[in-house]
Structure formats: structure tokens, C-alpha cells
T-cell receptor
Framework: RKEVEQDPGPFNVPEGATVAFNCTYSNSASQSFFWYRQDCRKEPKLLMS???SGNEDGRFTAQLNRASQYISLLIRDSKLSDSATYLCVVRDPGYSTLTFGKGTMLLVSP | DVKVTQSSRYLVKRTGEKVFLECVQD?????MFWYRQDPGLGLRLIYF???????EKGDIPEGYSVSREKKERFSLILESASTNQTSMYLC??????????????FGPGTRLTVT
């Protein structure tokens, strides 16, 4: 059974804080990993792909640990506009389908 | 910009009615997907299609069927709507990329209420 587990939160942080989310996945054969962002009452949108070597996009850093089967997302210098639900997503091996975690809610306050 | 559109944002139907949810994408994507999203359960895949007239069951296909007669259009059908099918329905599409990570683009969603 394929599973992607996330802490649902919410994570309440002040503006400017650094916050990190982790996610674990069950299928060791999984090859592709993503973080999606979903604003309240909106559709999910790709935030970033997660590569084996880790990758950074501005204030966002994603890391992959294959041995422990977990993925992380680090957000530095949090902005009010970062408030959203962050979905950890794993591509199913051999398919174009994705398995979504239930999401971690982030609330950034002034 | 990639655009995925869904026929309705909000829909209210009665138990036992046949319901059609339509999804159209304008980027010539091979793959199309239907999900439902419920509080505490996250996004769950109902059906997907990787080509015209092709369909594959996802994780929760019971009570649903799909149709893909044209590449750009993917329909979700509830043959006899039930109250436990009240949910947010999201359509998505993507290119077929082999081993390359391929982004899925989502439509705005249809909030279906079955009374």
C-alpha cells in the first residue's frame, strides 16, 4: 500500500521565522518527489520538485533522504503569503500517477 | 499558461441523479486525472487516462466512471449520486514523461453536494 505521511499541523510561526516540514513515504521504489502548495479554497500548484542532491529556490529548500525515505521542505524568512497547506507528493513507480500526503498547514502571523 | 477548466465550481444534486463533471485542458497533455479531496483524507485518485479512450482505475473508483473521447476532455460520471459522494472534485492533466518528473496542473475544482 502506497502511503505518504505528513504532520497536519497547523504550524503557527511569526513573520521572518524559519520553518521545516517533513514527510515520509512507504514505497522505496519511488523515484520522483514534489512539494505542492494549496491555498485555502484553491487548487494545488507545484511549488518545487525534490532532487536527490537537494535543491533550493529562493527561500525554499527541499531535501530527499532515500535511506530513511523522507523528504523535507525548509522555508526561511517566512512571509504572510506563505500561509497555505503544503502537500508532499510522490510519483508512483512506473506510472504517471501521484500519491499525495494529506498536507501540512502553515499559518504565518504578523 | 496551462489552463485546466472544469464545467462548474459548485453543483447541487439529489441522491440517485446521474452527474457529469467535465474537464478540459488546452495544453495537449496526454494524461488526465480525476481526484476527490475531503477534509482529513487529502487528495485521492479516482480514475486517470493516459490516452484517448483509455482509462485506468485509481484508488477509489467505486461509484464512478469516466469518458475520454477527445484528448483535451475528460469526464467524470456519477451514475447514481449518493450523499457520500459529496466532495470537492479536482481534475488535473500532465504530459507523459517516462522517468522525468512531470508536473500535474489542476483545475479550480467542483464542489459537489448530494442531498
Amino acid at each position: 500500500r502506497k502511503e505518504v505521511e505528513q504532520d497536519p499541523g497547523p504550524f503557527n510561526v511569526p513573520e521572518g521565522a524559519t520553518v521545516a516540514f517533513n514527510c515520509t513515504y512507504s514505497n522505496s521504489a519511488s523515484q520522483s518527489f514534489f512539494w505542492y502548495r494549496q491555498d485555502c479554497r484553491k487548487e494545488p500548484k507545484l511549488l518545487m520538485s525534490v532532487y536527490s542532491s537537494g535543491n533550493e529556490d529562493g527561500r525554499f529548500t527541499a531535501q530527499l533522504n532515500r535511506a530513511s525515505q523522507y523528504i523535507s521542505l525548509l522555508i526561511r524568512d517566512s512571509k504572510l503569503s506563505d500561509s497555505a497547506t503544503y502537500l508532499c507528493v510522490v510519483r508512483d513507480p512506473g506510472y504517471s500517477t501521484l500519491t499525495f500526503g494529506k498536507g501540512t498547514m502553515l499559518l504565518v502571523s504578523p | 499558461d496551462v489552463k485546466v477548466t472544469q464545467s462548474s465550481r459548485y453543483l447541487v444534486k439529489r441522491t440517485g441523479e446521474k452527474v457529469f463533471l467535465e474537464c478540459v485542458q488546452d495544453m495537449d497533455h496526454e494524461n488526465m486525472f480525476w481526484y476527490r479531496q475531503d477534509p482529513g483524507l487529502g487528495l485521492r485518485l479516482i480514475y486517470f487516462s493516459y490516452d484517448v479512450k483509455m482509462k485506468e482505475k485509481g484508488d477509489i473508483p467505486e461509484g464512478y466512471s469516466v469518458s475520454r473521447e477527445k484528448k483535451e476532455r475528460f469526464s467524470l460520471i456519477l451514475e447514481s449520486a449518493s450523499t457520500n459522494q459529496t466532495s470537492m472534485y479536482l481534475c488535473a492533466s500532465s504530459f507523459s514523461g517516462g522517468r522525468i518528473p512531470i508536473e500535474q496542473y489542476f483545475g479550480p475544482g467542483t464542489r459537489l453536494t448530494v442531498t
